[in-house]
């Protein structure tokens, strides 16, 4: 499976951003998808989980209520729509597809895609 996200960029606190995750090499619809981030110097932490067939999502509670994950099998893609964004979400991006229905947990995810930077700031 091979994972490419995009959508990163710089914005300004409070403002909107977008990211994709495009997946080739598999049935998508097979896949548990999810996003995590990371910053320097810290563990990639989760995001945001939704499974195959976009009936369950989770979120991490710094997130909630802020971002929405969704998925289009028909087009192998997953999207993270960040809203109300805050200088402590600037972190490298990353989507992550794994063979599991669902789960929140990075070292169960199977395959990892390239990550994309998101800067939040004035």
């Known amino acids: 499976v091979q994972l490419q996200a995009s959508g990163g960029g710089l914005v300004q606190p409070g403002g909107s951003l977008r990211l994709s995750c495009a997946a080739s090499g598999r049935t998508f619809g097979s896949l548990g998808m999810g996003w995590f981030r990371q910053v320097p110097g810290k563990e990639r932490e989760f995001i945001a989980s939704i499974s195959r067939s976009s009936r369950s999502t989770y979120y991490a509670d710094s997130v909630k209520d802020r971002f929405t994950i969704s998925r289009d099998n028909a087009k192998n893609t997953v999207y993270l729509q960040m809203n109300n964004l805050k200088p402590e979400d600037t972190a490298v991006y990353y989507c992550?597809?794994?063979?599991?229905?669902?789960?929140?947990?990075?070292?169960?995810?199977?395959?990892w895609g390239q990550g994309t930077l998101v800067t939040v700031s004035s």
């Open positions: 992550g597809a794994t063979d599991r229905i669902i789960t929140i947990e990075g070292r169960e995810y199977d395959y």
